[in-house]
C-alpha cells in the first residue's frame, strides 16, 4: 500500500507532520510509486492514488485531484463526486476535479471510503467518461496509546521462588494500524518493581529478578508500561499496576517464646492433669506455622508434653504423681517442630528449638501412711484379755511429721494403743468366731482431717479346749436271739476343735459296764462295733 510506504518518513518527522501539505505528501508517494499517473483501463479517467492522514486539523485539505484526459481545459467540463462522505466529508472543485477533505478524519472509525467521480459535459448535458469508483484511504498517524486489556492484573507466586520464574504475563493493545510502522508495536517496560521483577520487552512477561521472603514482605505493586513506535520518541505509553502477592512456603522453623519456663505441680495432682504451656512461634502462616511439641529423652518418665491444634501451644502434663518429699523440683527440655516440612526445605529446620522447664513441685497435708498394705496377726483363743495381738504403724508423709494417734472404729474384742498396740478386750474363742478382720484408722494429730485405714486381720488360734462329743443321743435295739459279735450299733464323735489332720477319738465302755456288761465296744478308729457279751464274741470278718 502506498501509505505503509509513507510511513518511515512519518515517524521519522512525527512533530512535522500536521503541517505537511497535500503536495508534499503526494510527492513523498510519488517517491516510492511509479512517476506516472495510473491509468484506470482503456478510460480516459486518472488519478493519483488518493489518502488523508487522519486528524488534520484544518477545514479544507486538498486530498488530490481528479482528471479526464479528455479535459483539454475546456471549460464546459464539470466534475461530480457521489458516494460516501460527498458533498459532505469530502467536496469536489467542479471545474478542476480537485477534491477537498472538510473535516478531520479518525482511521479508527472509518479507514476507508468509496466514492464516485463522474465528469460531465454541460454544454451537450453528457458524461464524457463513464462514472468510475475510487478510494480514499485514511492514513494512520500515532493517536492512540496502549491499554492493558485485563486489568486488574494479580498474581501469587510462592516465596523464595528462583530468579527467572515465570509471574504473569501482561498484554496491552493499541487502537493503531499494525500495518502501520511501529504505531501499534508496542514494547514494554518496569516503572515499578525493582530489583525483584523484570518484564520482557516484548511479550511483557514478568519474571523474578530477585528472590523474596514473604516474612520480610508479603505483596509488591509492580507498574508496568507499554510504549507503541517500539520506545521511540514520539511514541504514547500506558501503564498498568499489577498485585503481585508471595505464598508462604515453610522456610521458618518454630522458635520457643522463652528459654525458661516455670511451672508448678501438686503433688496431690493426678496423673493426666495439665500443669501450664509452653509456646513457640514460626513466621510461617497456616499449615506451616503447625507446630509439634515433645519431650526430649530424660525425665520423660514424670512428664509429657501435648500439642494442642487449637492454639498451637504445647501443653505439659502428668504422666506420673509426682510426691514432694520424694523431688521436690524438676528440670526437663522441650522441643518443637513444624509438622509439615518439604523435603526441599528441610535446610531451613535442622536443629530444632529447643526450652527449659523447672517444674515446682508444691507440698500438700497428705494422711498418714501405713508401714504395710494390712497386717495380718496370730492369737490363741482363751488368752485373758489385754494380750498382745500385733503393732501397726503409720506415719505422716510431709515434712512437718504429726504424730499419728490410733482408733479401732466398732470393736468389742480389741483396742489399740498410741504406739499402734492393739490388744484384746476380751477372751477370745475360736469356736465363736476364727477371724476378727478390723479396720485401723490412723488420724494425724495436727490436723485430724487426715485420716487413713488399714485392714486388720486377726485370726484366732486353736487350743484343744473341747471334749469330743457323740454325734447324737443313741437309742439301740437289739433282738433276743442275736448271735454274739452281731453288730448293734455304730456309734462316731466330734470335737469342736480346730484340727490339722482329722480327729481321731478312743472309745471304751465305763469301767463299771466293762465288767458285767453283755456289749463290748471294739474302737475301730472310725467305727465302733458291739457284741453280746453272752455269746461268744467275734470280730466281725
Ligand atoms: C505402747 O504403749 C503402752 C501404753 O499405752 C505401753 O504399755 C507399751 O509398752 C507401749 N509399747 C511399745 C512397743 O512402745
Ligand atoms: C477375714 O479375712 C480372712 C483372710 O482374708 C478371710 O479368710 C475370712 O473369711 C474373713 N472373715 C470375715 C468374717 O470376713
Not at 512437718?400 to 492393739?422: A, E, H, L, Q, W
Request: proline share 6%; charged share 25%; hydrophobic share 35%.
Amino acid at each position: 500500500m502506498p501509505c505503509c510506504a509513507l510511513l518511515p518518513l512519518m515517524l521519522a518527522i512525527p512533530l512535522l507532520w500536521p503541517g505537511l501539505t497535500a503536495a508534499s505528501y503526494s510527492q513523498a508517494e510519488k517517491g516510492s510509486q511509479p512517476a506516472r499517473p495510473r491509468w484506470r483501463g482503456k478510460r480516459g479517467w486518472m488519478w493519483n492514488q488518493f489518502s488523508v492522514p487522519e486528524e488534520l486539523n484544518t477545514s479544507s485539505h486538498h486530498v488530490g485531484q481528479l482528471r479526464s484526459d479528455l479535459d483539454n481545459g475546456n471549460s464546459s467540463l464539470q466534475y461530480k463526486l457521489l458516494g460516501d462522505g460527498a458533498g459532505s466529508i469530502f467536496v469536489i472543485d467542479n471545474r478542476t476535479g480537485d477534491i477537498f477533505a472538510k473535516q478531520k478524519l479518525d482511521r479508527e472509525e472509518r479507514s476507508l471510503y468509496i466514492l464516485r467521480a463522474q465528469v460531465i459535459d454541460t454544454i451537450t448535458g453528457k458524461a464524457v467518461e463513464p462514472e468510475s469508483e475510487f478510494v480514499i484511504r485514511v492514513s494512520d498517524i500515532n493517536d492512540n496509546e496502549p491499554k492493558f486489556l485485563d486489568e486488574p492484573y494479580e498474581a501469587i507466586i510462592p516465596e523464595m521462588s528462583p530468579e527467572g520464574s515465570f509471574v504473569i504475563q501482561v498484554t496491552a493493545s493499541d487502537a493503531d494500524d499494525p500495518a502501520s510502522g511501529n504505531n501499534a508495536r508496542l514494547l514494554y517496560s518496569l516503572l515499578q518493581g525493582q530489583p525483584y521483577f523484570s518484564v520482557e520487552p516484548t511479550t511483557g512477561v514478568i519474571r523474578i529478578s530477585s528472590k523474596m521472603d514473604r516474612e520480610l514482605q508479603d505483596e509488591y505493586w509492580v507498574i508496568i508500561q507499554a510504549k507503541d513506535m517500539i520506545g521511540l520518541p514520539g511514541a504514547l505509553s500506558g501503564t498498568t499496576s499489577v498485585l503481585i502477592k508471595l505464598s508462604d512456603v515453610n522456610d521458618n522453623k518454630p522458635i520457643f517464646k522463652e528459654s525458661l519456663y516455670r511451672l508448678t505441680v501438686s503433688e496431690s495432682a493426678p496423673i493426666g492433669t495439665s500443669i501450664g504451656k509452653i509456646m513457640a512461634s514460626d513466621n510461617d502462616i497456616g499449615e506451616n506455622a503447625e507446630l509439634d511439641y515433645s519431650m526430649e529423652e530424660d525425665n520423660s518418665q514424670t512428664f509429657d508434653i501435648i500439642t494442642d491444634n487449637e492454639t498451637q501451644e504445647g501443653i505439659v502434663t502428668l504422666k506420673k504423681k509426682v510426691d514432694f518429699e520424694y523431688q521436690n523440683h524438676y528440670r526437663i527440655r522441650a522441643k518443637v517442630r513444624n509438622r509439615h516440612v518439604d523435603a526441599q526445605l528441610t535446610e531451613y529446620h535442622v536443629e530444632p528449638s529447643t526450652t527449659v522447664i523447672k517444674v515446682q513441685v508444691t507440698d500438700e497435708d497428705e494422711p498418714p501412711v501405713f508401714l504395710r498394705p494390712y497386717y495380718l496377726f496370730e492369737i490363741y483363743e482363751g488368752r485373758p484379755h489385754g494380750s498382745f495381738v500385733g503393732v501397726v504403724s503409720a506415719t505422716d508423709p510431709d515434712l512437718r511429721k504429726s504424730p499419728i494417734g490410733y482408733s479401732i472404729p466398732r470393736s468389742k474384742v480389741f483396742r489399740i494403743d498410741d504406739n499402734g498396740t492393739i490388744i484384746t478386750t476380751n477372751s477370745l474363742d475360736r469356736e465363736i468366731s476364727a477371724w476378727h478382720n478390723l479396720s485401723v484408722s490412723a488420724t494425724e494429730k495436727y490436723n485430724t482431717q487426715q485420716i487413713s485405714q488399714v485392714p486388720v486381720y486377726v485370726q484366732v488360734l486353736n487350743i484343744n479346749d473341747h471334749a469330743p462329743e457323740f454325734s447324737e443321743y443313741y437309742r439301740t435295739f437289739v433282738c433276743e436271739n442275736a448271735n454274739p459279735g452281731q453288730v448293734i450299733q455304730t456309734i462316731s464323735a466330734v470335737d469342736k476343735d480346730a484340727s490339722t489332720e482329722e480327729h481321731h477319738f478312743y472309745f471304751n465302755l465305763s469301767t463299771e459296764d466293762t465288767n458285767n456288761s453283755s456289749f463290748i465296744i471294739i474302737d475301730n478308729q472310725e467305727l465302733v462295733f458291739a457284741c453280746k457279751r453272752s455269746l461268744s464274741c467275734t470280730s466281725p470278718s
